[in-house]
């Protein structure tokens, strides 16, 4: 099992279809081009996780810090191929998040996830993860805007 970030263009582009089957409204073209940009404004990475040559698991990570708990690595994404679920690929994978984490002197790792993915909060929740906020948004009723 090989855990690593990815580190350039052609990495990513071989992460889309696994990141398409969690954001299916993504085009590859938008994908790519989105990771490269939220590399660049905001230290996104995405971290794979690979057994025998294959991608099984992936996440997208990136710092921030806030005043009331510090420094923190939120997981914006989190996703394991449909077919290789229950291997324990998700366990490492996050084990492997949490070791960067503290590497990069985090006092936290954070992660966000839609209210229907119910499997997946159970799974977090065993993985020692605990539910400790609302998050909250506001559409703004704009058109989402085409970035180049």
Not at 42 to 47: D, I, P
Not at 85 to 105: E, F, H, M, N, V
Request: aromatic share 8%; with cysteine.
């Amino acid at each position: 099992m090989d855990i690593m970030l990815v580190e350039d263009e052609a990495g990513v582009e071989r992460c889309y279809p696994l990141m398409s089957t969690l954001r299916p409204h993504l085009s590859r073209e938008a994908f790519v081009a989105a990771v490269r940009r939220m590399e660049a404004a905001h230290g996104y990475r995405l971290v794979k996780l690979e057994e025998g040559g294959k991608l099984c698991a992936l996440a997208g990570i990136r710092m921030g810090e806030w005043l009331h708990r510090g420094r923190y690595l939120e997981v914006d994404e989190l996703v394991t191929d449909e077919g290789e679920r229950s291997r324990g690929y998700g366990r490492a994978l996050l084990a492997w998040i949490a070791d960067y984490a503290r590497a990069q002197g985090c006092d936290q790792v954070r992660l966000v996830s839609g209210v229907q993915r119910v499997d997946a909060h159970r799974f977090y929740e065993r993985e020692g993860m605990r539910f400790e906020a609302k998050y909250f948004s506001m559409d703004l009723g704009q058109a989402p805007r085409a970035r180049s």
